[in-house]
């Protein structure tokens, strides 16, 4: 389920609600006022989708210049 982020219209708190699309914006929990919807979070993915979002994610970080191992102490990976 998609999170939404709100401000209330009336004493201008800023919250987020976890509702389908098609449900009608909640009211403010502080002051029980109009909302209206700020930003819209997309959902988590799951499985193929997933994969092909952290690969995009990792591609867009910076690389290493250095090809040495980074692995901090007591790591059993490059032993044998």
């Known amino acids: 389920m998609p999170t939404y982020d709100y401000q209330c219209q009336q ?3 800023q919250f987020e ?3 389908r699309i098609s449900d009608p914006r909640p009211y403010c929990p502080e002051c029980g006022g109009v ?11 799951h499985g193929a989708m997933a994969l092909g979002r952290e690969q ?7 690389q290493l210049k250095n090809d040495a191992h980074r692995h901090g102490p ?5 032993h044998h």
Do not use: D, E, F
């Open 11 to 13: 004493c201008q708190h």
């Open 17 to 19: 609600a976890k509702h």
């Open 35 to 45: 909302s209206n919807k700020l930003i819209l979070t997309a959902p988590a993915t």
């Open 56 to 62: 995009a994610i990792r591609s867009l970080q910076p």
């Open 74 to 78: 007591g790591c059993s990976c490059c």
